[in-house]
Structure formats: structure tokens, C-alpha cells
């Protein structure tokens, strides 16, 4: 009798531009585009792997997260990284910030929120990294900092898109089963963030909460941003005060006139400066 399927989620994570996208439109459809689109919130895509060994073969279901990387969105990046089982912590290999942003951000982001969970590095663009053999050098030194796998990959040619992938569904396979180590980590302090960006950050957030989840709430928001025009890199207060408004009108289908009025209320009270 065939095994069940194993089911895991995975999170894409780094900053905006490093191509987490595009790896995922690889792996998942195998296609490619040279044209640049701002990750809103976070996507989900599955894909199925075969992994273990032909004796022991287990198929994976991959919940592939791609999530937001641009700074400031802490609140939507948060509620992604919780509760995955593997994460791919993705650079541009010819953007040092990149880089140093996976030691400094994300890896203490995924440490605090979910511990040390399977983790694989992956240096993307590498069909325009200058020197190859730095690059793979200074993978070689993260695998070994970190003890996981680091692999360069190019989302245009489909070069080893694959591969890190596989290798982070074998990461999870092994680790089914075992305690995930738990790290008391204190959040560093951050750059301070556009307040508008905060603010958007947080009615994403609320919004997808009152929902019931990123899941579910999530391709709404993303669909009323686009409505309102609104750019998640540098939003404008007209923008978010149009999106509150057309969020109020969504809800109008799934909950009682009381509750809508008082989530308006609460998001436009943030928008005029109040905390939260």
C-alpha cells in the first residue's frame, strides 16, 4: 500500500528583488520572466517531489510560501515564517546587501519565531555573478556556519532551481519526527521604518486575521491593493485610506455592519496616527 503523502510548508525568504519569485515560477511551471513583480504579502504554490531512496521513496507535498521582502511589512512577514518546517533563505548573488540581510534579518526572524527549523541558502542570478568561484566560496562558508546545504541557482536558465529545493524537502524528511531546537532570541534592533509602511503592514494583517488567516485573507488584500493602487514599497496615505475603504466593502459579504464599521474605524484611526 502506498505511503500518504507528506505534507510540508516552506518559506521562501530574503529581500525584495533577490528573484524568490521567479524560483518559485520555475519550480513550480518551469517558466521564466526577465519582467519585475513585487511580491504582495505572500503566494502560495504546492508542488510534489519524490525524495528518500528508491527502496524507501516518500512523496512531499511542498506548501511553497513566497513571501514579501521588502522591509518594514514585519507583521505579514511574521505570520508566513510561523509555522513552517523548512525555509529557503534566498540572496542575490551579485548584491552583497542581500547577503549580509540573511544573517542580520532573516535568519534571526525564522530562529525567534519557529527555531531551528531545516534551512537551505541559495545564491540565485548565477549566470550574472562575476566570479563563480568566490561565489561558491562564500557559500561553502555559510553551509558551514549554519551546517546546511548552500547552493547557487539561476532562475532564468532553471539552473539547480531544482536541486535546493530537493534538498530542503530531504532536510524536512529527516527532521520529520524530531523536536525542533528552540532558540530565546531578542529581536534586534531594526532601521527605522516609513510610518505608511508600518500602516499598511498592519491593516494587511489585521484584515487576513479577521479573515481567519494569510490564506484566506491574503489574495483579497492583494486584490484591493492593486484596486487602489497602492505601492507596498512607498505607499501614499490617499492609497491606504482608499484600501481601508474597499476592504470595509468586502467585508460587507462576511460579517455583521457593527463589526465592519468598528475594523474601518480602527484602520483609518492608524492611518491618522494612532498606535496600536
Known sequence: ????????????????????????????????????ITTVGTKVSKRSLSLGSALSEVEMVMQIWD????KGYSGVQETAIKGAQ????????????????????????????TGRIPMVFVGNK?????????????????SQKYTCPGILTSA???DHVEP?????????????GHSVKRIDLVTPPQEPVDRLIRVTDKIMTDFCYHMGGVETGMPIVKRQLVLAGLDVRAPAADAIHDLIERLAVVERDFKLADEIASNRERRLA???GAEW
Open 67 to 70: 513571501v514579501l521582502g521588502q
Open 270 to 272: 492608524w492611518l491618522e
Open 164 to 176: 535546493a529545493f530537493k534538498a530542503l524537502g530531504e532536510q524536512i524528511l529527516r527532521a520529520a
Open 1 to 36: 500500500m502506498p505511503r500518504e503523502p507528506m505534507k510540508s510548508k516552506v518559506v521562501l525568504l530574503g529581500d525584495g528583488g533577490v528573484g524568490k519569485t521567479s524560483l518559485v515560477r520555475r519550480f513550480v511551471v518551469d517558466q521564466y520572466s526577465d519582467d519585475y
Open 126 to 142: 548565477s549566470d550574472l555573478v562575476a566570479d563563480r568561484v568566490w561565489s561558491e566560496e562564500y557559500l561553502y562558508f555559510l
Open 156 to 158: 532564468k536558465t532553471g
Open 86 to 113: 523548512g525555509v529557503l533563505l534566498v540572496y542575490d548573488g551579485t548584491n552583497d546587501e542581500s547577503r549580509r540581510a540573511l544573517e542580520e534579518y532573516w535568519i534571526p526572524a525564522v530562529w525567534r519565531l
